[in-house]
C-alpha cells in the first residue's frame, strides 16, 4: 500500500473508520474473485486497488443515517 494512495482515498472518504471498512471490504471482495474497477498493473496489491477504485470515483462511500434515539 502506497501512503500517496492513501492520502487521497482519505479525501472522498467521510471518515478513517468509512475508508478502512470500505477498503477491507473489497479487498475481500477482490480475493474471491472479483473484478478490479479499474486498470492496474501487474503487481498491485488489492489494497491498492481499493484505493485507486475509490479515488476514481468507481466505489462510493457514505456513512448510514442515524435513527433518532428513542425518547424515555
Not at 28 to 42: M, S, T, W, Y
Amino acid at each position: 500500500m502506497t501512503s500517496h494512495l492513501l492520502e487521497e482515498a482519505l479525501k472522498h472518504s467521510p471518515s478513517h473508520q468509512a475508508l478502512v471498512n470500505a477498503v477491507s471490504k473489497r479487498v475481500k471482495q477482490l480475493n474471491q474473485g472479483d473484478r478490479p474497477l479499474v486498470e492496474a498493473g501487474i503487481r498491485v496489491g488489492f489494497a491498492d486497488i481499493a484505493f485507486m477504485e475509490i479515488i476514481q470515483g468507481k466505489l462510493k462511500l457514505s456513512m448510514p443515517a442515524q435513527e433518532a434515539a428513542p425518547a424515555a
